[in-house]
Each structure stands twice: as structure tokens, then as C-alpha cells.
């Protein structure tokens, strides 16, 4: 198993920029694929973006690509999302989350963290 703990989150402005970590323990930080998904008011749960094991590979939301970076430092078991022109419907609580490789199915969820992008 594994257990994850976002940080980074808060109020900005639009335009503005924040970076989300997730910290990961247990299992071995490379058995698994990485994650960043939110859930805005009222919106089902979506990807943001992905990443592999070894970093890679990455993937975006149309919505977010070009704005949004997803990186991992395996070394610290971090994985990270930095946010940039930032637009208040980025306002939603975001989640990582772990996928073993082996598997399809992201089964490890962090608490989440709250981004709120003020106009």
C-alpha cells in the first residue's frame, strides 16, 4: 500500500501560480503511476494529468495543458503539479493518486487540497 499527503493549496488570484506536492510512503515510490485529478462544485471528479513511474511520460487535460506541469522527484517519493495562469474555473478540491503498474485502476487517494482562484 501506499499513503499520500497533498499540500500546496490555497486562494490566489487568476493569472497567478501555486504548486501542489504529494507525498507518498509505504511501497516503493516507483511501483506506481501518478496522478492529480479534482472535483469542482457541483462537477464530477477529472483527470488533470498523469504521470509514469519513471517520469517519463506525461499526460494533460485539454483545459490545462500548456498551463500545467506534472513532474515527480522519486528520490523524495514527491510528486508535484505546478499551476500557472491560473483561471478561477481551476477552483475545485484536487486529489493525487496512485496507480501500481501492474494495475489500471488508480487505488490510493490522497485527503485533497483546496485551490481557489479568485477573478
Known amino acids: 500500500q501506499v499513503q499520500l499527503v497533498e499540500s500546496g493549496g490555497g486562494l490566489v488570484q487568476a493569472g497567478g501560480s501555486l504548486r501542489l506536492s504529494c507525498a507518498a510512503s509505504?511501497?516503493?515510490?516507483?511501483?506506481?503511476?501518478m496522478g492529480w485529478f479534482r472535483r469542482a462544485p457541483g462537477k464530477e471528479r477529472e483527470v488533470v494529468a498523469t504521470?509514469?513511474?519513471?517520469?517519463?511520460?506525461?499526460n494533460y487535460a485539454g483545459s490545462v495543458k500548456g498551463r500545467f506541469t506534472i513532474s515527480r522527484d522519486n528520490a523524495k517519493n514527491t510528486v508535484y503539479l505546478q499551476m500557472n495562469s491560473l483561471k478561477p474555473e481551476d477552483t475545485a478540491v484536487y486529489y493525487c493518486?496512485?496507480?501500481?503498474?501492474?494495475?489500471?485502476?488508480?487505488?490510493?487517494w490522497g485527503q485533497g487540497t483546496q485551490v481557489t482562484v479568485s477573478s
Open positions: 493518486a496512485a496507480r501500481d503498474v501492474f494495475k489500471s485502476e488508480y487505488d490510493y
Open positions: 509505504g511501497r516503493p515510490f516507483t511501483s506506481y503511476h
Open positions: 504521470i509514469n513511474w519513471s517520469g517519463g511520460s506525461t
